[in-house]
C-alpha cells in the first residue's frame, strides 16, 4: 500500500516541479526582455545623496548606487550607458518599484523583514553594510548619543531611521521632538539653520550631508552606531530570473575583488590561465548564458566600474571627498564581512 501511494506523490510532486520551474522561466524572462527590448534599464536611485547617487549641473549621475545600476547595464548590454537613473524619494521608492515604474531600485535602502515579506520584493544582496548614526551641533557639546535626552531630531520620513529613532530613545528612556521631512534637502536644511539639534540618518549618509552643511566644522558625527542597516538593491519578487542577474552582478563585483581582477588589469585576466579567472572571464563554463547574459557579462560589469573595492574607494571612500573606511565592508579575507558565493 505504502510504495504506490508514495510513487503517486512523487509524481505528483515531480509535476508540481516542472510546473514551478516553467512558471518561473515564464515569469523570469519578463525584466530582463523588458530591458533589452527598451535599450536601457531603469534604475531608482535616490534624489541627492553624496557618494550614493548624486546629479551635477550637466545632469551626470555618480556614486556607488548609480554605478551599481551601471555594472548591471554592462553585464546585459556590454554598455554602463545604459541606464536611465530615476530619483526617488525615501517615501516613493518601494511603489516606484511595485508599480514597475524602474527594473531594479539600488538607493541606500536597508533589508528588512518588513520590506520583503508579502511585498512583493526582494532584496538581491547587501552592497553596503551601514548602521545609524547621529550628527550633532558642537554647541551641544556632547560626545555621546546617550546625552541626547531631550533633543530635538531632524530625520528624513519613510526611512528605517525614523522607526530605529524612536526604539533607542524609548530603550534609553529618553525623550526627543522629531522635525520629520519628506525630502532630504529639508531635513539638512533645518538642522543647517539650527531648527533641530540632531540630524540622524545611515552614518555613510552623515558623512555624505556634512558636506552639504554651511559650517561642516561647527558639528560632529558621534560615534554611536544604533542599528544594522544592510544597503542593497530591490526587485520584484515576482522574476527570479532578474533577481539572479541582479544578485550575480553584486556578487559578481565582490568576487572580482577577491580574484584581483580590476579595471586596470582586464587584459591580464583575459590572458590568464587560472581556472577561476578563466570563469570569471567567460573563457571556461557557460554561466552568463544561464543567467540569460553574454558569458562575459562579470568582465563587462568589471570594466564599466572596476571591482567593488574601486567602486567604494572611488565613490565613498579613500579617494572620495566622504573618506569613509572600509570598515565592514572590507573582504571577509580582510577583516570585513563582505563575503561573495562563489562564481562556478
Ligand atoms: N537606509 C535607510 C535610510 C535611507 C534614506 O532614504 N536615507 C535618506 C537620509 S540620508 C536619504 O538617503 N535621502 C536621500 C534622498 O531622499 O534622496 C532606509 O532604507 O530607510
Avoid at 514551478?20 to 535599450?39: C, E, F, N, Y
Avoid at 555594472?71 to 530615476?86: G, I, R, W
Wanted: aromatic share 10%; charged share 20%; glycine share 10%.
Amino acid at each position: 500500500m505504502g510504495a504506490p501511494s508514495s510513487s503517486l506523490g512523487l509524481r505528483i510532486l515531480c509535476a508540481a516541479a516542472v510546473f514551478s520551474t516553467l512558471a518561473v522561466s515564464v515569469a523570469g524572462a519578463a525584466t530582463l526582455d523588458t530591458v533589452k527590448q527598451r535599450g536601457t534599464l531603469t534604475c531608482g536611485v535616490s534624489q541627492g545623496l553624496p557618494g550614493f547617487s548624486d546629479r551635477d549641473a550637466q545632469g551626470n549621475w555618480s556614486g556607488f548606487d548609480v554605478d551599481f545600476c551601471r555594472a548591471l547595464a554592462a553585464a546585459v548590454f556590454n554598455d554602463p550607458k545604459k541606464v536611465t537613473f530615476v530619483p526617488l524619494s525615501a517615501v516613493e521608492r518601494f511603489d516606484a518599484l511595485k508599480d514597475g515604474k524602474i527594473d531594479v531600485l539600488s538607493r541606500n535602502s536597508t533589508w528588512t523583514l518588513d520590506r520583503e515579506a508579502g511585498s512583493g520584493l526582494l532584496f538581491a544582496s547587501v552592497m553596503y553594510y551601514d548602521g545609524q548614526g547621529f550628527m550633532v551641533a558642537r554647541r551641544l557639546q556632547v560626545t555621546s548619543a546617550l546625552e541626547l535626552d531631550k533633543a530635538s531630531v531632524c530625520v528624513q520620513k519613510g526611512t528605517t531611521t525614523a522607526l530605529n529613532l524612536a526604539d533607542f530613545f524609548r530603550a534609553n528612556s529618553m525623550t526627543y521632538r522629531e522635525l520629520a521631512f519628506d525630502t532630504l534637502g529639508d531635513a539638512i536644511k533645518a538642522f543647517d539653520t539650527a531648527q533641530c539639534d540632531v540630524f540622524t540618518s545611515d552614518q555613510s549618509a552623515l558623512y555624505a550631508n556634512r558636506l552639504g552643511l554651511s559650517k561642516p566644522e561647527s558639528v560632529e558625527i558621534l560615534p554611536d552606531v544604533i542599528s544594522k542597516e544592510p544597503l542593497g538593491p530591490v526587485v520584484r519578487s515576482d522574476d527570479v530570473a532578474w533577481f539572479n542577474i541582479v544578485k550575480w552582478v553584486g556578487f559578481g563585483l565582490v568576487d572580482a575583488e577577491e580574484l584581483g581582477i580590476g579595471a586596470s588589469n582586464l587584459s591580464e585576466a583575459l590572458a590568464s590561465t587560472k581556472p577561476d579567472a578563466k570563469r570569471f572571464t567567460g573563457a571556461d563554463g557557460d554561466f552568463g548564458r544561464k543567467l540569460g547574459l553574454d558569458n562575459a557579462w562579470a568582465l563587462q560589469a568589471v570594466k564599466a566600474v572596476g571591482h567593488y573595492g574601486e567602486m567604494f574607494e572611488r565613490n565613498i571612500g579613500s579617494q572620495s571627498r566622504l573618506g569613509v573606511p572600509r570598515g565592514l565592508n572590507q573582504l571577509w579575507s580582510q577583516g570585513g564581512i563582505l563575503y561573495a558565493p562563489p562564481l562556478r
